[in-house]
């Protein structure tokens, strides 16, 4: 049973990068998915959310409209497509899930994939 991230990379501000947690050994449209970031010398936060079999999204208010969640349910497989990318977004970008099925999405997650390292630099 295993999560992982990756997709990360080094991008220009104004760029895009598209980050994907593929899970294996469970399905993972039946749990919530959720991507955190942690920027060196702060704490992790929340950035997105996406409830399981619904869909339902949810979003850090501060990166609305430039970041979106999906799933791809044939390739169990969420993805967090970042645009418009920033310097103050360079952090190490994880995904997490609840272990109970039909959790319901919030940051409060048990089971996490290592990270990947999104820079955001000219």
């Known amino acids: 049973v295993q999560l992982q991230a990756s997709g990360g990379g080094l991008v220009q501000p104004g760029g895009s990068l598209r980050l994907s947690c593929a899970a294996s050994?469970?399905?993972?449209?039946?749990?919530?998915v959720a991507w955190f970031r942690q920027a060196p010398g702060k704490e992790r936060e929340g950035v997105s959310c996406?409830?399981?079999?619904?869909?339902?999204?949810y979003y850090a208010d501060s990166l609305k409209g430039r970041f979106t969640i999906s799933r791809d349910n044939a390739k169990n497989t969420v993805y967090l497509q970042m645009n418009s990318l920033k310097p103050e977004d360079t952090a190490v970008y994880y995904c997490?899930?609840?272990?109970?099925?039909?959790?319901?999405?919030?940051?409060?997650?048990?089971?996490w994939g290592k990270g990947t390292q999104v820079t955001v630099s000219s």
């Open positions: 996406i409830g399981s079999r619904d869909g339902n999204t």
């Open positions: 997490a899930t609840r272990v109970v099925v039909d959790a319901p999405c919030t940051f409060n997650m048990d089971f």
């Open positions: 050994g469970f399905i993972l449209d039946y749990h919530p």
